[in-house]
């Protein structure tokens, strides 16, 4: 039993069965057995790969994005790149790289590292300190200074806590981690329906089907994008999830690639869940935002020229290097399937309301 189960099944013991997303922050983010707090989850020898971390092609595209959406902003200076969860500081070492073809940018530019991971802020600081950049880290976007921002994210929202509400004939009940007769972690339901429920349920939903999931997301981060597009800054969203929320669950643990029942060794597996990019939308534009897309990760790629890019590292590269570029260029645009990442993970911009179009959205907006 890992150290994090037996402090779950004491809170139990004391309060109860706890809400599915208490669990998920508590196996996420508890200070000292949380799955960020102790594991380094990326690369082969870890738990999941991120775009980021298949090529170096995907930061330095949001790295020219940035630049230009700068542009657009009308150049301010000084003016902050931030990026929420950045796991080892790959895409925005990427990026700073590649945004060097607008020096006026890289001058401008502060960058802020929002992270609550003390190991991962450490990955961060040897992938940045040469940059040539100010940086800060904070432990929150709440933390960043106001004033001219451009937000990255990508892989962060789908670690924030959901919380699980189960159709029921008598309403909506919320699920929860409790110890079943056996004695093990096990979900169940809370014994009443939840009340007030018409503020969060999207209104195609009300007539669900009993047992019906719907996964929601506390909107306290798209609140707060949403409050600073409304005072000139833009956000870019890069996650998996999806365009409108349905019912569903998404709820997964993942462990050396694979995936792992989410109540089995808390702390030690990632939990992640979809993300309804409805809902984060919707949140934002009611706190002042002009939202854009989501469009397909595939097609915000493309847009940007990753096809081109892809073709121009490889005049420079050998012979095994041209077909690493090729296979990380197939990945991360690949459509096949709804499981393939260009199109599970969409792309969505929180921006000020004066902003008609924004690169690679600009069909979309
Ligand atoms: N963006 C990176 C990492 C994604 S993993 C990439 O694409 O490779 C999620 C990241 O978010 C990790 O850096 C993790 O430590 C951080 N994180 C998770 N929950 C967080 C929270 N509540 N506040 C701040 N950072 C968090």
Redesign the pocket.
């Known amino acids: 039993m890992t150290p994090l189960e037996q402090e779950i099944r004491r809170l139990i013991a004391i309060d109860g069965p706890i809400p599915v997303a208490r669990y998920m922050a508590l196996c ?2 508890h200070p000292v057995h949380g799955y ?1 707090r102790h594991r380094d ?2 690369g082969a020898g870890g738990d999941f790969v ?4 298949i090529s170096q092609m995907f930061g330095e595209l949001i790295g020219l994005w940035a630049a230009a959406v700068w542009q657009q902003m009308g150049t301010p200076s000084p003016v902050r790149l931030v ?6 500081g ?2 925005m070492a990427d990026a700073l790289r590649a945004a060097k073809v607008l020096p006026a940018f890289r001058a401008a530019l502060q960058v802020d590292l ?4 003390p190991h ?1 802020r450490q990955h961060q600081q040897t992938a940045l300190e040469g940059a040539g950049v100010p940086l800060a880290w904070h ?2 976007i709440e933390d960043v200074p106001d004033g001219p921002a451009i937000v990255i ?4 929202v789908d ?2 806590p959901v919380q699980q509400l189960v159709r029921q004939p008598r309403g909506w009940h919320e699920r929860m981690v409790g110890i079943d007769a056996d004695g093990r972690l096990a979900f169940a339901l809370s014994p009443d329906p939840l009340p007030h429920i018409e503020r969060i349920l999207p209104p195609g939903l009300r007539d669900a089907p009993l047992g019906a999931v719907f996964e929601w997301r506390a909107d306290h981060l798209a609140t707060e994008l949403g409050r600073r597009a409304a005072a000139g800054s833009v956000a870019l969203i890069v996650d998996y999830g999806h365009a409108r929320s349905a019912p569903g669950e998404t709820l997964q643990a993942l462990r050396a690639h694979a995936y792992a029942d989410p109540l089995d060794s808390p702390g030690d597996a ?1 939990l992640t869940a979809h993300v309804d990019f409805e809902a984060l939308g919707r949140a934002a534009a009611v706190a002042g935002a002009r939202i854009f897309g989501p469009i397909e990760q595939a097609t915000f790629l493309r847009r940007l020229g990753i096809a081109e890019r892809a073709a121009a590292l490889k005049q420079r590269a050998t012979e095994p290097q041209r077909r690493q570029i090729d296979a990380a260029l197939a990945r991360l645009t690949d459509t096949v399937s709804a499981t393939a990442m260009g199109r599970l993970f969409k792309v969505m911009a929180i921006a000020p309301p004066e902003l008609a179009a924004l690169p690679a959205f600009d069909n979309d907006g």
């Open positions: 996420l983010g960020y989850p990326f991120t775009a980021p971390e990026e929420l969860g950045p796991g080892r790959t895409l929002v992270e609550t991971s991962l432990d929150a994210a990508n892989e962060f670690a924030l990632d």
